[in-house]
């Protein structure tokens, strides 16, 4: 513990939410030092600002590598992300020097099962070109096929990954009248009863859904999981969507997919790189539906995140519970 008077030193690598930045301000215990802005912070003042602090608040923009812990110093205890994912963490190298982390999964969980939802009714049924031909003139007469898409009724749905958001993504369906859920991952869960999910390998959950939703974490057992080999398996008239993490998915893999036909279309709130840069190939593609990562964008989500990950931080800062900590 700091002796009374001595504030401890923290370092929040972008402007974040007001509930949070209140609740460090308020708390008498640390000296905010904040990249005051909504853009990432460069690399080089992230080492600066990281020198001598006690506490690291980071968003998942931010890659924590053994360099910046380097540059951090003996002081650093802890490490509160703004974020459910911590693949820009270097987990072994935190673990080494007993470093804690904060994170802020579950309050994003609706949020993020929500916007899935409707990037996944917004691929299959066309929105986005509905949207676009109503403004460039395409609208004329009533014609039978038009803009048809693929409806859930009936349908089969695989999600792959049935963690918080994978289960609160099928909840969601479910109500469309999806005839079956599939689901793969590591293990079998005892909440898919909920939603009469079947646990299936993943061969058979690509190769038998009409739509493919992919919700699981990033690890090296799934980066580059949905590839060449995947794709070919899914049936032409298939919806896929990525709601979890860009470098799941083989872009150019995906793109030859789509281009050719092989699979129907692709919805994605994630990419690789982040942002995507305009000229990207996908982007030509009208059956192609990319988000910029907003997963969790409702103000009420973002405030309770602010508010989460500060309180992450204090707990680290003063050796007390946190109310999120990542056990490794």
Not at 231 to 238: L, V
Request: some cysteine.
């Amino acid at each position: 513990m700091q002796t009374v008077g001595k504030l401890m030193k923290v370092f929040v690598t972008r402007r974040i939410p007001q509930e949070g930045m209140k609740i460090l301000s308020t708390a008498g215990v640390c000296e905010v030092c904040l990249w005051d802005s909504d853009e990432p912070v460069p690399r080089e003042d992230l080492l600066k600002g990281v020198q001598e602090a006690h506490g690291l608040l980071c968003m998942l923009s931010d890659k924590i590598d053994a360099e910046v812990l380097d540059a951090a110093g003996p002081n650093l205890k802890v490490i509160s992300t703004l974020s459910v994912g911590f693949d820009h963490l270097a987990i072994n190298e935190i673990k080494k020097r007993g470093i804690r982390v904060g994170y802020t999964p579950d309050v994003l969980t609706d949020a993020t099962a929500e916007l899935t939802v409707a990037l996944l009714l917004a691929t299959a049924r066309r929105l986005p070109e509905g949207v676009e031909e109503v403004k460039n003139g395409g609208w004329s007469s009533w014609k039978p096929l038009w803009l048809c898409g693929y409806g859930l009724s009936g349908s089969t749905v695989g999600v792959i990954g049935l963690g918080r958001i994978g289960m609160a993504i099928a909840r969601r369906l479910m109500p469309f009248g999806v005839k079956r859920l599939l689901y793969s991952g590591r293990t079998a869960k005892a909440c898919a009863a909920e939603v009469n999910g079947e646990f299936v390998p993943l061969d058979t959950l690509v190769s038998e859904s009409d739509f493919v939703v992919v919700s699981c974490s990033l690890t090296p057992e799934t980066q580059g999981l949905c590839d060449k080999a995947f794709f070919s398996k899914m049936k032409n008239t298939a919806v896929f969507v990525n709601s979890s993490r860009g470098a799941v998915v083989n872009q150019e893999d995906l793109y030859k997919a789509l281009s050719s036909g092989e699979i129907a279309a692709a919805g994605l709130d994630v990419t690789t790189p982040e942002p995507l840069p305009t000229d990207h190939p996908l982007l030509t593609l009208k059956n192609c539906v990319v988000l910029p990562h907003i997963g969790s964008a409702t103000y009420s989500t973002r405030g309770v995140m602010g508010a989460l990950s500060a309180q992450n931080l204090l707990a680290g800062l003063q050796g007390t519970d946190m109310p999120s900590e990542l056990t490794f």
